[in-house]
């Protein structure tokens, strides 16, 4: 079973930038997408970020495209969401995720429920 450990978060100001970090143990080689999720209080887990392991291709979502970037290592064991100008709406549990299937994403083109979550790390931007 993939397990999956967030590291990075903090807290920071307005504009300013952080980098998260994702460990995958126990890799199998069958991981096909990897992926950030938010969850503010009171609010509903949100993808933020994906991407394939094989191809590469990412998706974002609309509040984040053109500030975070998400990125794997060759060896495809960490994966990485570089958050930049962020914003206080960005303050929120933070989680990495992971999918063995083939294309877990909603009718709308959306991750769905990755399958293996790491525990969050809390990032919060202060005006």
């Known amino acids: 079973q993939v397990q999956l450990v967030e590291s990075g978060g903090g807290s920071v100001q307005v504009g300013g930038s952080l980098r998260l970090s994702c460990v995958v143990s126990?890799?199998?080689?069958?991981?096909?997408?990897m992926g950030w999720f938010r969850q503010a209080p009171g609010k509903e887990r949100e993808a933020v970020a994906s991407i394939s392991t094989g191809s590469g291709t990412t998706y974002y979502a609309d509040s984040v495209k053109g500030r975070f970037t998400i990125s794997q290592d060759n060896g495809k064991t960490r994966v990485y969401l570089q958050m930049n100008s962020l914003k206080p709406e960005d303050t929120a549990m933070y989680y990495c995720?992971?999918?063995?299937?083939?294309?877990?994403?909603?009718?709308?083109?959306?991750?769905?429920?990755?399958?293996?979550w790491g525990q969050g790390t809390q990032v919060t931007v202060s005006s």
């Open positions: 995720a992971a999918d063995t299937r083939l294309y877990p994403f909603t009718a709308y083109g959306k991750p769905a429920t990755f399958q293996y």
């Open positions: 126990r890799y199998t080689g069958s991981t096909k997408y």
